[in-house]
Nanobody
Framework: QVQLVESGGGLVQPGGSLRLSCAASEMIFSRYTMNWYRQAPGKQRELVAGISSGGTTNYADSVKGRFTVSRDNAKNTVYLQMNSLKPEDTAVYYC?????????WGQGTQVTVSS
């Protein structure tokens, strides 16, 4: 089963940028749909962005135009470039890999947007 390790979170000021990475152990990474979710304190986990095996992307309305999801199948890695960050983007960000009935989660990385 695929294992996921996120990195790149941290503290950033409003208007700043961060790039999250999610490295997968699975050799057939290219077949998975990869998603980024986030969960803020007291709120439900929500889908932020996703990228299919074919490269089709989708975004939550709240991040469209600010976040970009991409993947490098040669490195078994998916990225989330986050620009123009807002305090409301503060959350734990989780990487998710999905293939048919298989759904695997990473451990999460904290993103805090604050001055």
């Amino acid at each position: 089963q695929v294992q996921l390790v996120e990195s790149g979170g941290g503290l950033v000021q409003p208007g700043g940028s961060l790039r999250l990475s999610c490295a997968a152990s699975e050799m057939i990474f290219s077949r998975y749909t990869m998603n980024w979710y986030r969960q803020a304190p007291g709120k439900q986990r929500e889908l932020v962005a996703g990228i299919s095996s074919g490269g089709t992307t989708n975004y939550a309305d709240s991040v469209k135009g600010r976040f970009t999801v991409s993947r490098d199948n040669a490195k078994n890695t998916v990225y989330l470039q986050m620009n123009s960050l807002k305090p409301e983007d503060t959350a734990v960000y989780y990487c998710n890999a999905r293939l048919s009935l298989i759904s695997t989660w990473g451990q999460g990385t904290q993103v805090t947007v604050s001055s």
